[in-house]
């Protein structure tokens, strides 16, 4: 629409309505971002955790799971030496006990 000129003045035929358009597109269509957050903060700032400052620990914590940087300790596999050592120390302790 915006590249549709006018051929008297050659001006954009549809100059307001491109632009109209444009503000009305980046509008987000549902709330469900701002919900989410809502419901993180819920989840982080609990009974027992209701002294987290927003402008402090809680912030902090937000940041870190909203970036995606939370550590990732529990998909960690130990090497494949450390787990037949384990099995095998397992078993030694099974037979003897």
């Not at 960690?76 to 787990?83: D, I, K, Q, R, Y």
């Not at 384990?86 to 006990?97: D, M, Q």
Request: aromatic share 6%.
């Amino acid at each position: 629409m915006s590249s549709i000129n006018c051929k008297v003045t050659g001006l954009s035929r549809f100059g307001r309505l491109t632009k109209i358009a444009q503000l009305v597109l980046v509008l987000p269509h549902s709330n469900a971002d701002a919900e989410r957050v809502f419901s993180m903060v819920g989840l982080n700032k609990t009974k027992t955790r209701n002294s987290l400052a927003l402008d402090g620990t809680l912030s902090s914590i937000m940041t870190v799971k909203m970036a995606g940087l939370e550590p990732n300790c529990f998909r960690w596999e130990p090497p494949t030496p450390v787990l037949k050592a384990s099995k095998t120390a397992t078993n030694t302790y099974n037979k003897k006990h």
